[in-house]
Nanobody, 113 residues
Framework: QVQLVESGGGLVQAGGSLRLSCAAS????????MGWYRQAPGKQRELVATITPGGSRNYADSVKGRFTISRDNAKNTVYLQMNSLKPEDTAVYYC???????WGQGTQVTVSS
């Protein structure tokens, strides 16, 4: 059974930083393209960052230059470092494979202005 558990969200002021973690069981993350998704209230879920098994990274234009996705193979964990946060980054953040197959509970990120 695959479990992806997100953590690290919280309330932060605009311009601040957070690091999200995604701990996995039942799946080897380095064998999969992994992504961070987010869903803001009243909006569709969007893919904001991906990392391939080879380590290639891609980002949505809205977060490029501010967010960094990374992976720790030994810990079977994926991270999302978020800097220069903006109020429009407020959302529930989820990690998943790309394409998405295993939805967890997500972690709430709230950025105040």
């Amino acid at each position: 059974q695959v479990q992806l558990v997100e953590s690290g969200g919280g309330l932060v002021q605009a311009g601040g930083s957070l690091r999200l973690s995604c701990a996995a069981s039942g799946i080897i993350l380095r064998w999969n393209t992994m992504g961070w998704y987010r869903q803001a209230p009243g909006k569709q879920r969007e893919l904001v960052a991906t990392i391939t098994p080879g380590g290639s990274r891609n980002y949505a234009d809205s977060v490029k230059g501010r967010f960094t996705i990374s992976r720790d193979n030994a810990k079977n964990t994926v991270y999302l470092q978020m800097n220069s946060l903006k109020p429009e980054d407020t959302a529930v953040y989820y990690c998943n494979t790309d394409p998405a197959r295993y939805w967890g509970q997500g972690t709430q990120v709230t950025v105040s202005s």
